[in-house]
């Protein structure tokens, strides 16, 4: 008879919500100044080395923050690629930075889910994750990863959202993708939205590995296509959703208690500064990174209140920008507000909430909707 296997101890490494007590997370991480040197225009190197350096500094100083309050913290290791990858069916131009966690990898009850997305700079972020979810499987984490899609159709279509649902539909139906962010943990439940960088594949894959959580659309909202649920809203417990704007609270949630807050903010002015990514060279361009570095930067921590916020337990929300009125309403709830600045998250299209992957929350599962 075999010997049995042993197994690691489950009780302690779960996560069935977005604001149980934060035990355990993963904080993002860029590379050095000068790693992408390799790709970028003499003229592009300083502005962008200077945004690398200063996300550096912001992303230690919230995993800084994070540890004082007792909570774990895992960093990546960014690849250090200095070329574009050829896979055969298809080439990496360039391999992004493990910055935003939250996009590919799902931590829910004791399972970590590893997937694919559409973007092809990322397809190699997982190595950066590995040694972190290895220590989490050996403390009882289950680690499910999605097979490794051939992006081959992507190579000169990666901005396909700027294209709209022909690029989706005819050159991706057929893969398994999912977009880890637009998934909202509660309970016995996710809820989701009708994924951009995803598909229904990647869904029906997400779906059988989790076959006894309920999988609920977020249809029928101002939200209910290709955004992060994280942009619009978020819950502190289970009868309490924070909303820019009631029309974004998927139906499932309209019974609970819902607070608005456009009323709380000055809306900012998108006119002023637009990411273009139609060009070729995008953000890499000396234009879009002087309208970044003198008209953007600053003004985005100054005038725009971000839903993407790390919910550290029902009585502490962390924020990545000062909002007076924001925090008065707040305070009036018992809720402490927590500010790590992140200058650049803008940059990286990334809140904090994005920035982070919450691994462990000292909670129990339950049905809330």
């Known amino acids: 008879m075999g010997q049995r296997i042993p197994r690691g101890d489950i009780r302690n490494v779960t996560c069935w919500t977005e604001y149980d007590p934060l035990k355990e997370v993963i904080v993002g991480d860029c590379n050095d100044p000068g790693d992408f040197d390799w790709f970028l225009d003499e003229n592009v190197k300083p502005k962008f080395n200077l945004i690398l350096e200063e996300t550096k500094e912001d992303l230690h100083s919230l995993s800084e923050y994070l540890t004082k309050l007792g909570i774990g913290v895992h960093r990546p290791k960014p690849n250090k690629i200095n070329g574009p990858v050829d896979l055969g069916n298809f ?24 997937t694919y997305t559409s973007m092809v700079d990322r397809y190699l972020d997982s190595a950066t994750y590995y040694d972190i979810f290895k220590q989490m499987f050996d403390k009882g984490h289950n680690w499910i990863s999605m097979p490794p899609p051939v992006l ?7 901005k396909w959202w700027i294209k709209g649902d022909e690029i989706y539909h005819d050159k991706l139906k057929d893969k398994l993708l999912w977009h880890t962010a637009t998934m909202f943990k509660l309970g016995d439940a996710l809820i989701t939205n009708t994924n951009g960088p995803g598909n229904n594949n990647g869904l ?47 139906v499932v949630l309209r019974n609970k208690e819902i607070i608005e807050l456009h009323d709380y903010f000055d809306p900012f002015d998108d006119e002023k500064f637009f990411m273009d990514y139609t060009s070729t060279a995008g953000k890499y361009s000396v234009e879009w990174l002087d309208k970044w570095l003198n008209g953007w930067k600053g003004y985005s921590q100054e005038c725009f209140f971000d839903t993407n916020v790390l ?21 009036s709830r018992g809720i402490n507000c927590h500010v790590v600045p992140q200058r650049h998250s803008f940059f990286w299209e990334g809140g904090v909430h994005c920035l982070t992957l919450d691994l462990v929350r000292d909670g129990v599962k339950r049905s809330i909707v």
């Open 91 to 114: 080439t990496i131009p360039n391999p992004a930075s493990p910055i935003v966690p939250r996009d590919q990898y799902l931590s829910y009850n004791n399972t970590i889910l590893q």
């Open 152 to 158: 081959q159709d992507l190579a000169e279509t990666e």
């Open 204 to 250: 029906e894959w997400m779906a059988r590995n989790l076959p006894d959580t309920k999988i609920i659309q977020n249809v029928d909202t101002h939200q209910d296509s290709y955004g992060h649920i994280d942009h619009g809203w978020f819950m502190t417990d289970d009868e309490t959703v924070f909303c820019v704007d009631k029309s974004w609270v998927p």
């Open 311 to 331: 919910v550290l337990d029902s009585n502490n929300i962390l924020f990545t920008n000062e909002q007076p009125r924001i925090f008065k309403l707040m305070e």
